[in-house]
Each structure stands twice: as C-alpha cells, then as structure tokens.
C-alpha cells in the first residue's frame, strides 16, 4: 500500500492508492530427478536410452525417459508394450521412489536454508515465492545465485510472475543462465503463447485436455488463451477455465509446504514375501503404529505405504482417508487392496503417517443402547461395501412366493436397508 499527498486548493487532501504486487515466483528444476537417483547418477543417462520400469503392476506405464530414449519416441506414462515396440534397445532401470524421495529431501532443506518457502509438486522441481527474500540477498540475480549454491545438484531456473509460467521458463532454461520472464501477467502470457499446448502437461487437471485440443486444431497457448472463456466452461468445465488461465499467464499462488512428519514404522521381512503373507505384515505395522507414544492418541488422515522390492528398487502408495481413522481393521481395509499394485516380491514393508487427524474420542455412548450402536455400525459397514463393490454389492434375502413349488420364485434379493 502507498500513500499520496497532493495539494487541492487551500487545503490537505489524503489519497490512498492500493497497488497489487505481482508476486515473482522462483522455479528450481532437475530434469528426470527420479530417473537419475535410480540409474546411479547423471553420467550414466549419457548416450542409452534409459526408462523408469513401471511401478504398478496392473497399470503396466514406464517412468521417466532419458534424452536418448525420448529421441526414438519414448515418453514417460506410455504403455510399456508400446515403449518397446518403439525402442527396443530401450533398458529398464527399477524404480526408487524411497530413494528418490529421501535425495529430493536434501535439496528441499537446502534451498529452505536460504530462507525461501517451498512448495515442491513433485520430486525434481521446487518453487518458491522472492518476497522478501529480494533485498535479503540483494535483488533477484542474487536470489538465483543463493539457490544454485544452497545444494550440489545441477539446477535449471526459471523466474515469472506466475506459477505455471516459472516452472515452464525453468523446463527452457539453459544449465547456467537461468530464464527470467518480466512484465508481470502481460509478459507471462506473451512468453508462453507461441509454446505447444503440450506444456499442459504439467499440471495434471490441464494435461488431460491436451490430446482433446490438440484433435480441435488448438496447437498453441496463444490459441487457447483467445477462446472465449464460456465456451471453453461449456465444454470442458473447470478444467477448461483453469488450462485457459494458466495459458494466460495467471494461476494460484503457492502453498508451501509444512513439515514433513516422521512418525512411521517398518518391518523386515526374512523370505522375500507377497498375498498373504504381506497382509499379515501389514496388520502388524497398523498395530504398531497405532500402539506408539509418539501418536499421542491422534487419529491418521493420510499415510504412505512403503515397500523395499527383491532384486532392487522400493515402491510407494500414498492413502488419505475418507475419514480420519483410529481403528486397526478400518486402517487395514483401506490399505490391503494397494498391496496388489506391488511390482515384485517385498523384503521390507513400511508405514509412514503424512497428515494426522483430531485425538481420537471415546466410541461408547451413555445414551444410546446396545442394539442402535450395533444398528449404526450395521449402516457403516454397509455404506462401505456399496462404496467398495457398488449399489449391488449389499443386498438382502426376501420371501416372495414361500409356498411356491418352484425354487427361484420363492426369494428374491433386494438392496440391504437397515
């Protein structure tokens, strides 16, 4: 806010103008991140086309791709089938999203030693807002220079004055010379009109719209920033007005990050182990976790469930709950169908709380009588198939024709009512 004076005849007149600061938003990125900590290093992406192998087993997509690989056509999230068929020199390296994860932690703390809030979607790329950090280290040029030496990864950096627009300057930036986009909304949405629409792709809600516009003729930023924004509402919903805002050189402002939470609890397992077995080990770690001082009696909102694989690479499952939850068998319904997606068989199980709940409070009631708990309990356990299986999945046996000589006239099943 700044505050005028000026003379108006005989007398003192106050004006006060509000000015609305563009925020200029610092993007940190290392591209492949995940795929260079599983190869082993930058080195070794040099020259041979390297892929991620797919971590889900029912949903059979690579990773990350090195340069070499998306040269003969390989991009990340392709079905593995087609990867190959495309690069059949194309080499798999196993996934370490726990290694990744812990390496990405490091350069986090880092460029949070220099005071910066950080917001990071995804491991590889970091953001964080320059106010105040701008007289601080002496003026954006010596931000950016802040940045590059608070960690010892190579990093591109990107510089505008939104979200979508810093973390795109930072994708064409050059190793050593970052990319600063100036001129507030105006220059953002100038900078990134003549890119692809493929630059969506970023952020999840827009990447989806991309194939569809791209099929409309819509080949550039510049295209989707003129559509009116009612038909796009009218056509693709919110998706549509978000991908149209970003095109614009406007968006969301960050949310940094909180501190991260290190309540969890892993188990060895002596025989490389999967099904039954593995569920087992699951119910021993919601157990335990459950039973830790440290929970302090909170309930869980979120954890992420962790696997060390046989023969190299981890794999890793985020679960937020429809409700914060304190219950073993609840917790362990929730998670047991994620055991399924594990690529290969598991010789250590983790548990890691991300978010907790409220204190858990007492489930006995002073006034209700035993059989409307167990009725309410009954609804429960219901609505959770239904959710689970579908409308079908919960239904009940009723006589319509006892008397009836043929069998199949005789019941009938309904949907379950309590």
Known sequence: MRKFGSRCGEGLTKMRTYVRINQMVIAALIPAFELKVAAGGSSALLGEPLALAPIDA??????????????????AGMPLGEALSRCPRLKLIPADPLGSAAAWELVLKGIEGIG??????????????????????????????????????????????????????????????????????????????PLPVAALRQVDSAGRLVPVLERLGISTLGQLAQ????????????????????????????????VPLQLNESIEIPEPA????????????????????????????????????????????????????????RIGLALKPLLD?????????G????????????????????????LERLR??????????????ALRVVEVEPDSRLPERR???TPFEV
Do not use: N, Y
């Open 274 to 329: 999967d099904g039954r077995q593995l569920g087992h080990a699951l119910e021993l770690l919601i157990g335990r976790l459950l039973a830790g001082a440290e929970r302090e009696g909170r309930t869980l909102r979120s954890v992420e469930l962790q696997a060390s694989l046989e023969g190299g690479g981890t794999w890793l499952r985020a679960a937020c709950f429809r409700e914060a939850l304190d219950s073993r068998l």
């Open 380 to 393: 429960e356990a219901v609505q959770q198939t239904r959710t689970a299986g579908g409308p079908l999945s």
């Open 351 to 374: 548990l890691l709380v991300t978010a907790f709940g409220p204190p858990a409070v007492g489930r006995q009631s002073l006034i209700k009588e035993a059989q409307e708990l167990k």
């Open 227 to 258: 559509l009116p924004i009612a038909k796009l509402a009218d056509r693709f919903g919110s998706d549509g007005i978000e991908a149209r805002e970003l095109a614009c050189g406007r968006g969301p402002r960050l949310r940094p990050r909180d």
């Open 411 to 413: 019941m009938a099943l």
């Open 341 to 349: 997606g594990i690529p290969a068989p598991v010789v250590r199980l």
């Open 58 to 75: 029912v949903d059979q997509r690579i990773g990350q791709v090195s340069k070499a690989a998306e040269g003969q056509g390989v991009a």
């Open 116 to 193: 910066a809030a950080v917001a990071s979607p995804t491991p590889g790329l970091a953001l964080f807002e320059a106010d105040g950090l701008l007289r601080l280290h002496r003026g954006l040029e010596g931000l950016i220079t802040q940045t590059r030496r608070s960690v010892s990864e190579t990093l591109r950096i990107g510089a505008a004055e939104s979200v979508f627009a810093a973390r795109t300057a930072a994708a064409l930036a050059r190793v050593r010379q970052a990319k600063v986009v100036t001129g507030g909304e105006d220059g953002a949405g100038s900078f990134l009109a």
